[in-house]
């Protein structure tokens, strides 16, 4: 499939996928060419594009800290940053991205 943003191999990346404004890294080659992993990056990216990108990656990591009090753990911690949380709801539907409303992660903020 052909993916709007640039999809990179980097073989060292500490994640399997990563998205860093415009471009979508992968640890593999054979995940350039999945699409649920991409799609999920692309949310990212339209995220990080609504808070003009240097803000989300504040916004990211102080979501990620407070997690990290709250659930003293890393992968809990990160699995509840909202960002992560509207990306992984949605990214096995080919359709998300075409439906997606401006700030959608919002949503993800728990009660």
């Given at each position: 499939?052909?993916?709007r943003y640039p999809v990179l191999v980097v073989p060292s990346l500490p994640?399997n996928g990563m998205a860093l404004f415009p471009f979508i890294l992968v640890?593999?080659?054979?995940?350039?060419?999945?699409?649920?992993?991409?799609?999920?990056?692309?949310?990212?990216?339209?995220?990080?594009?609504?808070?003009?990108?240097?803000?989300?990656?504040?916004?990211?990591?102080?979501?990620?800290?407070?997690?990290?009090?709250?659930?003293?753990?890393?992968?809990?911690?990160?699995?509840?940053?909202?960002?992560?949380?509207?990306?992984?709801?949605?990214?096995?539907?080919?359709?998300?991205?075409?439906?997606?409303?401006?700030?959608?992660?919002?949503?993800?903020?728990k009660n």
């Open positions: 499939m052909k993916w994640a640890k593999l080659e054979k995940s350039r060419f999945d699409e649920a992993m991409v799609r999920h990056e692309i949310i990212h990216l339209r995220q990080q594009i609504e808070l003009l990108v240097l803000p989300f990656y504040f916004f990211y990591l102080i979501n990620y800290l407070y997690n990290r009090l709250i659930y003293k753990d890393h992968f809990e911690a990160y699995m509840n940053i909202v960002f992560e949380r509207e990306a992984y709801a949605n990214d096995a539907f080919p359709d998300y991205l075409k439906r997606r409303k401006l700030f959608s992660w919002a949503k993800y903020f």
